[in-house]
């Protein structure tokens, strides 16, 4: 299955929770915790945190959805579908 188009929707999903989990803990989590570590953070403030986390998850299976789809599209076109048989033949 190396370099396949399974292979590669798979490391594209891959990419996709790395890059949010980045997102999550580096950019939105760390900060809001040294911030609340420093000064004694506000319950107001852990909620826009969370909402944020939220907006990141959500994007992040909106993403991966898009990639299954256009990876079925893909594989539509280059099998059984007639697709580009020249370009990609069997």
Known sequence: ????L???????VWIT??????VILIRILLPYLLR????GGEVAEG????????????WA?????VIYVVAALL???WSFGGGLPKIFPR
């Open 6 to 12: 399974a292979w590669l929707v798979s490391l594209a």
């Open 17 to 22: 929770i790395a890059i949010a989990c980045y």
């Open 1 to 4: 299955m190396c370099f396949s």
């Open 75 to 77: 594989s539509c076109l």
């Open 47 to 58: 909620v826009g945190i969370l909402l944020q986390c939220l907006r990141v998850v959500f």
């Open 36 to 39: 609340k570590w420093g000064t």
């Open 61 to 65: 299976i909106v993403i991966i959805i």
